[in-house]
């Protein structure tokens, strides 16, 4: 029974393309975060939505839009995708009061 | 701002030693929350172990426990009788305690090898 899913798992694409990473959490908690991990495996939160309201927006480009159509989803959007783009994406949940986040599978997004 | 520094790129030890790895944090708050984080290859975020700064007691699981030193910044991860299953990286993490400031600050990770 998965806590935290995101799909794809992996994700190859070329420079300059769009594309979308969904992320789904059946644990009931009101908010949700993505968190970048770079190639020398250091992880840092882009944003968190609280039901499906941006609190937390951590200096991302534009070119990255997060969506939440319900506090169970939050999808990564990514415009005009750049080789620096290239990175594991985690998705995560966590309860309120916060106390600890739970971590999906990680999508490895590799850009050519 | 709050930072997270371990000071152990990569260690390594052999199956069934005890192995310490380090971690500091720095931070303005009283109210927060501090964890081990295990990525293992297949790269999932593995929770380890939490520990409230409010609770003076050492958080222990099993084989892994933390020495928790509030006034020194300091929280380090004991791991015990050392498993081939360990292998993985181990990143220690802050969070403040606080509805919509509540995200994850990571250490770089130390990566931890056990040896058969």
């Known amino acids: 029974d998965t806590a935290v899913s995101q799909t794809p798992k992996y994700l190859v694409t070329q420079m300059g393309n769009d594309k979308s990473i969904k992320c789904e959490q059946n644990?009931?908690?009101?908010?949700m975060y993505w968190y970048k991990q770079d190639s020398k495996k250091f992880l840092k939160i882009m944003f968190s939505y609280n039901n499906k309201e941006l609190i937390i927006n951590e200096t991302v480009p534009n070119r990255f839009s997060p969506k939440s159509p319900d506090k169970a989803h939050l999808n990564l959007h990514i415009n005009s995708l750049e080789l620096g783009d290239s990175a594991v994406y985690f998705c995560?949940?966590?309860?309120?009061?916060?106390?600890?986040?739970?971590f999906g599978p990680g999508t490895r997004l590799t850009v050519l | 701002a709050q930072t997270v520094t371990q000071s152990q790129p990569e260690m390594s030890v052999q199956e069934a030693e005890t192995v310490t790895l380090s971690c500091t944090y720095d931070?303005?708050?009283?109210?927060?929350?501090l964890f081990w984080y295990k990525q293992p290859p297949s790269r999932q975020m593995i929770l380890v172990i939490r520990q409230e700064a409010y609770k003076q007691q050492n958080a222990t699981e099993n084989r892994f426990s933390v020495n928790f030193q509030k006034a020194a910044k300091s929280f380090s991860l004991k791991i015990s009788d050392s498993q081939l299953g360990d292998t993985a990286m181990y990143f220690c993490?802050?969070?403040?305690?606080?509805?919509?400031?509540?995200?994850?600050?990571f250490g770089k990770g130390t990566r931890l090898h056990i040896l058969p």
């Open positions: 993490a802050f969070m403040k305690r606080l509805k919509g400031d509540d995200k994850i600050i």
């Open positions: 644990l009931g908690h009101d908010t």
């Open positions: 995560a949940s966590g309860a309120s009061p916060p106390n600890e986040q739970f």
């Open positions: 931070t303005s708050e009283s109210n927060y929350y």
